[in-house]
C-alpha cells in the first residue's frame, strides 16, 4: 500500500517536473499509473496527492495553457522545484555539520536532518569524522538546543504560518490560567526558556509569553496568512525587555560572617573588615528590585546581615518571620 | 525504524538520492546507505523503486537509469530529477536558527565560516529563509569573564592542558578550588557550560560558566583517566541518583518558578494555584537555603529533619536583627 503510494506520487513528481505546459487532471491519470478508474476515487486520491506533495514543499503551479481554456492544469516549474546552485568552502561545509546537530532530540531535529540530507544531495559533504580538522569551531564545542516546552510545536507552526492562536496562560504568581489571543510575530530562546511574542487581542497591546506557563494545549484560532508582522519589529528586543532585570539603581551595607556569603562579595562594591564586629565584614552591593533582593539575603540565612537601608532590613524581617509562620 | 517511515517520508529520500548519486558520478551502495541512514537492503528497494518508475502518456518510458553493478551505483538518467528539491521553511530555519546562534558562542575566535555559510543559505533557501528571522535564540554571555573563560577553555581544549578553577557553589554557599582536565564546551539551552574530569571529585563534572570566579591554564598536560567518559547531555544535564534524598515541597503561585528552574521528580496542581513538587537531592544544604529564600512562598513538607533544619537557620538569622 505504501509502496504503491510513493511509486504514485514519485510519477507524479517525475511527470509535472517534465512538462512545460499545465496538464489536467485527466492527463496526469492517464500518464502516472497507479490511480482507479472510478472519478470519484481518483478525485479524492489526486486531491490528497497533490496535499501530500505541497506538505514536503513541491511547488505545485495551477494554471491554464490558453485564457480560454476550461480546466486548470498543473505543473512543477523546474527553477522553482530546485535547490538553487551552492558551493561550500571546507570549514563552512564543517560548521553546517555542527549546525545541524544542534537541535539533536529537540522539536526541529527532523527538519535539520531533512535539510542536510538535501545539501548532500547537492554534493556538499558535510561528515563531522572527515571536516574536524578543517573546522573554525573547535572540538568539544557542542551547542544544544532543547524545546521540551510542549508549546514550541504548534506556536512554531503558528508563526511560520502567520496563524493567530489561543491559549490559556498562567502568568507569574497568579492562581488561575487565563485565556489568551494571540498574533504571534515570533519565538525566542532566552536564558535557555522559550518565549513568544506578539499581538495580545484581548489586551490590545504587545505581548510577551513564556511557553513553560503554558497550561494546556495551544490552538489556532484563524486561517494561515492572517498574522502581519508589523514593520521594524525585534522580537529578541521585546523579550529582552519584557525579562531583563531592573537597573541596580539601590544600595545596600550589609555585615557578612568572614568566609561566607561567596555570592553576596562576588558582585559586592566593596568589602572591608568590620572593626565593631570579629568576624565579620561590612559588605556594600547593588540592587535593583527590594522584594528580590531580600529574599536573595535569606538565601544567606544568619551568614548576612542587612543594616542599611531600613526598608529593606525589615524586607529581610518580614521574610524570614514568613519562613517560621 | 523504515516501517515507519510514511509514504511522503520515503518519497523525500527518493528524490534525494538521484541527486546525491548525480553529484557525485558513481557512488558505493555501503557509503550511500549511511548517509541515508538505511540498510544496504532497503537502499536497494529504493533503486530498484526508482529504475521502475514510469510514464505511460503520451507514450510510455521510464524517466530514470540507474545501476548499482559491483556495488556501485551510477544514475545514467534522471529527467528533471539532477537537482534536490528546495529547502523548506522548517529545513532553512533550522539550519539558519542554530547557525546565528553559533555565532553568539563565546570563545569562537573565527566567525567568518559561519556568516558566510548563513549568507549562502539565505540565498539558496530564498522566500523559505525569511521566517527564520521570527525565530531567535540568544546565547547567554553572563558577563565579560564568561567570554575570556571560554576562550581560555578553548585555548586549553586545543593545547590539551589542565585548568584550576575557583568555582562557586551556591547551595553550599562556597568558593571551591580545583583542578579539571577540560573535555568539552558545551552550550545548552542557551547558557555555556564546561564539561570535565575534576580531579577532586574523581568523576566527570559540569560547571557553569556562570558560575566560574576565576580560571587559570595550568602549565600541565590534561590527563583524564580512562574512565572519563562524555556525558551524554542529551539526556539532561540533571541526573539524580537513586539513592538521593526525596524532598517535598509545596509552594504558592509565587513560589512555581521553582518547577521552572529545578529539576523536579514530579509536579502536581494543587488548589488555588498551588504546587506540591518533589525534588531529589545528594545534599539537603541547598533546599534548606530554598526555603528560607521562598519565605512564605514555598514550604519543605518533608523529610521532617529537613524542616527543622529550616525553622532553626530563620530563627538564628532573626537572632541577627535582634538588638
Known amino acids: 500500500m505504501s509502496k504503491r503510494k510513493t511509486e504514485r506520487l514519485l510519477g507524479l513528481v517525475v511527470c509535472l517536473l517534465s512538462t512545460r505546459r499545465y496538464l489536467t487532471a485527466e492527463q496526469i491519470r492517464d500518464a502516472v499509473p497507479g490511480y482507479p478508474e472510478q472519478d470519484d476515487l481518483f478525485k479524492r486520491m489526486f486531491e490528497r496527492d497533490k496535499e501530500d506533495l505541497r506538505d514536503l514543499g513541491v511547488p505545485l503551479e495551477t494554471g491554464v495553457n490558453h485564457p480560454f481554456d476550461d480546466d486548470r492544469g498543473y505543473r512543477i516549474r523546474q527553477q522553482a522545484y530546485e535547490l538553487p546552485e551552492l558551493r561550500l568552502e571546507a570549514d563552512e561545509a564543517a560548521v553546517l555539520g555542527l549546525a545541524a546537530r544542534v537541535w539533536r532530540r529537540a522539536e526541529l531535529a527532523g527538519a535539520a536532518a531533512g535539510a542536510l540530507l538535501k545539501l548532500r544531495a547537492a554534493g556538499i559533504d558535510a561528515d563531522p569524522k572527515t571536516l574536524d580538522e578543517h573546522s573554525p569551531v573547535p572540538q568539544g564545542i557542542e551547542p544544544r538546543l532543547g524545546t521540551p516546552e510542549p508549546a514550541f510545536g504548534p506556536l512554531w507552526e503558528a508563526v511560520r504560518d502567520r496563524r493567530p492562536v489561543t491559549f490559556s496562560y498562567r502568568a507569574a504568581g497568579r492562581s488561575d490560567p487565563q485565556r489568551r489571543e494571540l498574533e504571534p510575530w515570533g519565538v525566542v530562546n532566552r536564558h535557555g526558556r522559550w518565549y513568544v511574542a506578539g499581538w495580545d487581542r484581548g489586551r490590545n497591546a504587545t505581548r510577551v509569553f513564556r511557553l513553560g506557563r503554558i497550561a494546556g494545549p495551544v490552538k489556532f484560532c484563524g486561517p494561515s496568512g492572517r498574522v502581519t508582522v508589523p514593520d521594524g519589529v525585534d522580537v529578541r528586543e521585546l523579550v529582552r525587555d519584557w525579562d531583563s532585570a531592573p537597573a541596580q539603581e539601590h544600595t545596600a551595607l550589609l555585615r557578612v560572617r568572614t568566609g561566607a556569603g561567596v555570592g553576596l562579595r562576588r558582585h559586592a562594591v566593596s568589602v572591608r573588615p568590620d572593626d565593631t564586629a570579629e568576624g565579620w565584614d561590612l559588605v556594600t552591593t547593588r540592587f535593583g528590585d527590594l522584594g528580590w533582593f531580600a529574599d536573595y539575603v535569606a538565601w544567606f540565612g544568619s551568614d548576612a546581615v542587612v543594616l542599611d537601608p531600613p526598608d529593606l532590613r525589615e524586607a529581610v524581617i518580614r521574610h524570614l518571620k514568613g519562613v517560621l509562620a | ?323
Open chain 2, 1 to 323: 525504524m523504515s516501517a515507519l517511515v510514511t509514504s511522503t517520508g520515503r518519497l523525500q529520500r527518493l528524490l534525494a538520492l538521484v541527486p546525491y548519486v548525480m553529484s557525485r558520478k558513481s557512488v558505493g551502495l555501503a557509503e550511500t546507505a549511511a548517509a541515508f541512514g538505511v540498510s544496504e537492503r532497503e537502499l536497494v528497494d529504493d533503486l530498484n523503486l526508482l529504475w521502475c518508475v514510469e510514464l505511460r502518456a503520451p507514450d510510455p518510458y521510464c524517466p530514470i537509469d540507474l545501476s548499482y553493478e559491483g556495488g556501485e551505483i551510477v544514475v545514467s538518467q534522471a529527467e528533471s530529477m539532477g537537482r534536490p528539491l528546495r529547502l523548506a521553511v522548517d529545513e532553512a530555519s533550522a539550519l539558519l536558527v542554530a547557525l546565528r546562534m553559533l555565532v553568539e558562542v563565546p570563545g569562537l575566535e573565527d566567525r567568518s565560516a559561519l556568516s558566510r555559510l548563513i549568507a549562502k543559505l539565505e540565498a539558496a533557501a530564498g522566500e523559505a529563509a525569511s521566517v527564520s528571522a521570527q525565530v531567535a535564540v540568544q546565547v547567554d554571555i553572563p558577563d565579560e569573564g564568561a567570554e575570556r573563560y571560554a576562550a581560555q577553555i578553548r585555548a586549553a581544549l586545543s593545547a590539551g592542558r589542565r585548568l584550576h578553577l575557583r568555582y562557586y557553589v551556591p547551595g553550599r554557599d562556597e568558593a571551591t578550588e580545583r583542578d579539571v582536565d577540560p573535555m568539552r564546551l558545551h552550550i545548552v539551552e542557551g547558557r555555556p557550560y564546561l564539561e570535565g574530569w575534576c580531579l577532586r571529585a574523581e568523576g566527570m563534572r559540569l560547571f557553569r560558566l556562570d558560575r566560574v570566579l576565576s580560571l587559570d591554564v595550568l602549565d600541565v598536560p590534561a590527563a583524564p583517566p580512562p574512565e572519563a567518559q562524555p556525558v551524554d547531555i542529551d539526556q539532561g544535564l540533571f541526573r539524580p541518583s537513586p539513592d538521593d534524598v526525596p524532598v517535598v515541597l509545596e509552594l504558592s503561585p509565587a513560589g512555581r518558578w521553582v518547577a521552572e528552574y529545578y529539576p523536579c521528580e514530579s509536579v502536581a496542581d494543587l488548589e488555588d494555584g498551588r504546587l506540591r513538587v518533589v525534588l531529589r537531592t545528594p545534599d539537603t544544604g541547598w533546599v534548606r537555603r530554598l526555603a528560607l529564600r521562598l519565605g512564605e512562598d514555598g514550604r519543605v513538607i518533608s523529610p521532617p529533619s529537613l524542616v527543622a533544619d529550616i525553622r532553626e537557620a530563620a530563627t538564628a538569622a532573626l537572632t541577627n536583627y535582634v538588638i
